[in-house]
């Protein structure tokens, strides 16, 4: 019996309405297909590192320089996480792999860059941006003085417009990167217009992070003064964020998330985030991601086949983000019929959304999830099938016996 399965056996003994649970959202994760952009089902290696008794133990400080005795293994675990990041983002100086989330990851690395009330440029949300771009809503809209940008009649970034933002706002930071953004940025033209103001760049690249490692789409690794991102989704390890800067900030990152942000950083997940990058690094990996972006495209050209708009006509990375105002419903209504279809999906705002955030008149699908079960065209085109029919109004129990007839064929990792 392994360690998780031990683990999962004297937990079931002690609480089983919590083992129940867990059993429940095993259950659920195996019968229906996610399609959730930011979402992916990591390794059972990562998820043994993640249960590991490195939850116990604090950690304050870096390696060398900690504020608790015992870290010895603490530390050889984040140097590894460490030279593992720096491995698979080459060219990148510095890795900080304590940030809890990619929000913290961003808070941290804005204040470090901009200071308290600095002045930031970020992508609107609505745009495909994130909230911690300085969205009002968000401490970085509050603790900085931030002006956003927004993205042309196509749906993608307007070079002209951050420029002239830029130009107008004269900020410390401009973000380039974002949440629901399907196209690559051209981050050497972002880096221009951030020299030209004297700003410094920051790429978030939550999203494609993993895509960029396996060097399947380009990276802002060498062009961007800070990079920030998750690595939980493409990048398929345990929930948290990474920081990856230049020498000559990297001091002043560091600081902003300890002390600055954080407290003790949680090793278990650190030694998660050291086993996801381990395996990011064979050879396999590459695969995956390409499959990952394959899978986009087809799912993309699938669905305009069957009529539905995509924001700016297709996609460059793992989202697809289906535009519905030519349709009669919503991205809540369409996101409600795929639960109860057995897919998981998320509503989400497009360019130019007249709709609220809660309603919105998009639906943001990705591959990231469904690649790892081993999803090619047939099954992609499938799934585009599904979803064409239930945004014309079909039954959604009508799709349940095909979309659990691929779990089952496809399981969990
Ligand atoms: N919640 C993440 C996403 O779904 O893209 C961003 O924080």
Do not use: W
Request: charged content about 20%.
């Amino acid at each position: 019996m392994s360690n998780i399965e031990n683990q999962q056996g004297r937990l079931q003994a002690q609480d089983p309405e919590l083992a129940g649970l867990l059993q429940r959202e095993d259950r659920r994760q195996s019968s229906t297909l996610t399609l959730i952009a930011s979402e992916n089902h990591c390794s059972a290696a990562v998820r043994e590192a993640c249960s590991s008794r490195l939850t116990d133990k604090y950690a304050e400080g870096y390696p060398g320089r900690r504020y608790y005795g015992g870290c010895e293994v603490a530390d050889a675990v984040e140097d590894l996480a460490r030279q593992r990041a720096l491995r698979l983002f080459a060219g990148a100086e510095e890795a900080n792999v304590q940030p809890h989330s990619g929000t913290t990851a961003n808070l941290s690395a804005l204040l470090a860059l901009a200071g308290p009330n600095g002045r930031i440029v970020g992508m609107m949300l609505k745009a495909g941006g994130h909230l911690s771009h300085g969205h009002d809503k968000s401490h970085t809209g509050i603790v900085f003085q931030a002006r956003q940008y927004g993205a042309g009649p196509d749906g993608r970034i307007d070079l002209d417009e951050v420029r002239k933002l830029v130009r107008e706002h004269q900020p410390k930071v401009l973000i380039a990167g974002g949440s629901s953004y399907c196209r690559n940025i051209d981050y050497a033209a972002f880096a221009a217009i951030a020299k030209e103001a004297g700003a410094l760049l920051l790429a978030d690249i939550a999203h494609p992070a993993g895509l960029m490692a396996a060097g399947v789409v380009p990276s802002p690794i060498g062009i961007a003064d800070v990079v920030t991102m998750t690595t939980h989704k493409t990048l398929r390890g345990p929930r948290g964020g990474m920081i990856l800067a230049r020498k000559d900030v990297a001091k002043a990152i560091h600081s902003s998330v300890f002390p600055g942000s954080q407290g003790g950083p949680l090793v278990h997940t650190i030694a998660a985030k050291a086993v996801a990058f381990g395996e990011a690094l064979l050879p396999g990996f590459r695969a995956y991601q390409q499959k990952v972006l394959d899978n986009a495209r087809h799912l993309a050209a699938c669905l305009m086949a069957h009529g539905l708009d995509i924001v700016t006509g297709g996609t460059d990375n793992h989202i697809v983000l289906v535009d519905l105002r030519k349709t009669d419903v919503t991205g809540a209504q369409v996101e409600e019929r795929a639960l109860a279809a057995g897919l998981s999906v998320n509503k989400n705002a497009i360019p130019g959304d007249p709709r609220p955030p809660m309603v919105t008149s998009g639906l943001r699908l990705g591959t990231p999830a469904v690649t790892t079960r081993g999803f090619g065209r047939e099954q992609i085109e499938t799934v585009a099938g599904v979803i064409v029919g239930l945004v014309r109004g079909a039954a959604p129990e009508k799709f349940r016996p095909v979309v659990s007839g691929l779990g089952e064929a496809f399981p969990l990792p």
